[in-house]
Structure formats: C-alpha cells, structure tokens
C-alpha cells in the first residue's frame, strides 16, 4: 500500500524559502510518478510540481516556474520541493501524491504561510 507523509510547512516572510518534504512508503520512489499539490480554501487543489519515477523527468507550473525545485533522495525514498522567493499567493496546504492523483492516497498536507 502507497503511504505518503508530508512535513516542512511553517510561517515565512515573503522572499523567504522553505523545503517541503514527502516520505514514500510501501513502493520504491521508481514506481511512480510523484507529485506536489497545493490547495487553498474555497478553491481546487492545484498541481505544483512532478517527478518522473527515474527522477530524470520534472515539470512544474508557470505560477512557480523558477522559484521551487523539485527532487528526491532514492535512499531515503523521500521528495521534496524546495521553495524560494515565496509569495503570499504561494500560501496553502500542500500535500503530495501520485501523478495522477489517487483520492486513497492524499494525506493531511503540510501548511505553508507566507506573510509579513
């Protein structure tokens, strides 16, 4: 069973930078396409970022286009996303998932607040 934990949320100024983490468990890191999603109230969750399963492969979205990285340790069968001069529109719960998505999979997020 696929199991994916997502931490590194917290407070920063705008400008600021913090790196999300994705703990995969139950399947290698190579078996699936993962990717970060972010939602705010009232609205869609929305894709961030993915990794191809040979971590040779990433895409992100115009909105952070140059500003987060995605990457991954096979080692420690974890993803991250490293997120530089954020903004307060970048503000949401952001959760990790298999690309496509799977609704069994979502986890609690981790919140990311950006603001002054």
């Known amino acids: 069973q696929l199991h994916l934990v997502e931490s590194g949320g917290g407070l920063v100024q705008p400008g600021g930078s913090l790196r999300l983490s994705c703990v995969v468990s139950g399947y290698s890191l190579d078996y699936y396409i993962i990717g970060w999603f972010r939602q705010v109230p009232g609205k869609e969750r929305e894709g961030v970022s993915v990794i191809s399963g040979s971590g040779r492969i990433t895409y992100s979205a115009d909105s952070v286009k140059g500003r987060f990285t995605i990457s991954r340790d096979l080692a420690q069968n974890t993803v991250y996303l490293q997120m530089n001069s954020l903004k307060p529109e970048d503000t949401a719960v952001y959760y990790c998932?298999?690309?496509?998505?799977?609704?069994?999979?979502w986890g609690k997020g981790t919140l990311v607040t950006v603001s002054s």
């Open positions: 998932n298999r690309n496509p998505p799977a609704s069994a999979y």
